[in-house]
């Protein structure tokens, strides 16, 4: 793809003044335009984006200090026609923020221009082949270990795991047997017991007394006399 830079409007670094970046800083990548997000991704608007965004990236970073957000670059693609003719436009910017109190817990964020200004204008594409983009945009396998599924660990480190069951008969559900439960059926047990024997004691007793007073003939006559 081509990107032919506008020599009108260009202009150097150095051609800025005020203060810059530090060297090394990581660039955020602002990209503003319905043009970026047509054709399904297919255009050469998005070509242009990823170019980009391979270009400014750098190297991964696994963590980011607030203050070394300095820089930011800007990308507006816009569709113009003119003089008989349509151009695509991508205009690049670079900004440098910057921080000042704002008398709130938040800072108040400000831009300036630092340069370098390019006005891109989109001239001829030759996408590639369908097999060959494929091919370029795959990725090596990395050392890293695969999530396992439905496994998680929690903020103090502790592994934690879900497990799906199915359906479950609680009629042959295998309850905990408890000791104190236990005790108390045979302690009842025993009071059922204990009552029984006092039964069969006054049963017993209540026998033998109506066995003494027919010995001894001292027989109530006021009981009415069966057959009589």
């Keep these: 793809m081509e990107g032919i830079v506008q020599q009108s409007t260009a202009r150097t670094l150095s051609q800025f003044g005020g203060a810059k970046c530090r060297v090394g800083t990581k660039p955020l990548l602002s990209f503003s335009g319905t043009p970026f997000d047509e054709d399904g991704g297919r255009s050469h608007f998005t070509l242009a984006k990823s170019m980009f965004i391979d270009f400014f990236r750098g190297g991964d970073a696994k963590e980011v200090d607030v203050e070394g957000l300095q820089w930011m670059i800007t990308f507006a693609a816009v569709e113009e026609s003119g003089e008989g003719e349509k151009r695509d436009m991508i205009y690049m910017r670079c900004w440098r923020l910057v921080t000042k ?75 905990r047997k408890m000791k104190g439960l236990k005790r108390r059926r045979d302690a009842l047990a025993e009071d059922d017991g204990e009552e029984d024997v006092e039964n069969i004691d006054l049963v017993r007793r209540s026998n033998d007394a109506g066995e003494d007073d027919f010995d001894s003939g001292e027989i109530d006559s006021k009981r009415p006399r069966l057959g009589s």
């Design 101 to 175: 109190r704002s008398g709130q817990r938040l800072p108040r964020v400000e831009v300036e221009e630092m340069g370098p200004r390019i006005d891109f204008r989109l001239g001829r594409v030759r996408e590639a082949d369908d097999g060959i983009l494929k091919d370029a945009q795959k990725r090596a396998r990395t050392s890293e270990a695969r999530l396992k599924k439905n496994v998680e660990t929690d903020i103090v480190g502790d592994k934690m795991g879900r497990i799906h069951l199915g359906r479950q008969d609680l009629d042959e559900l295998q309850t």
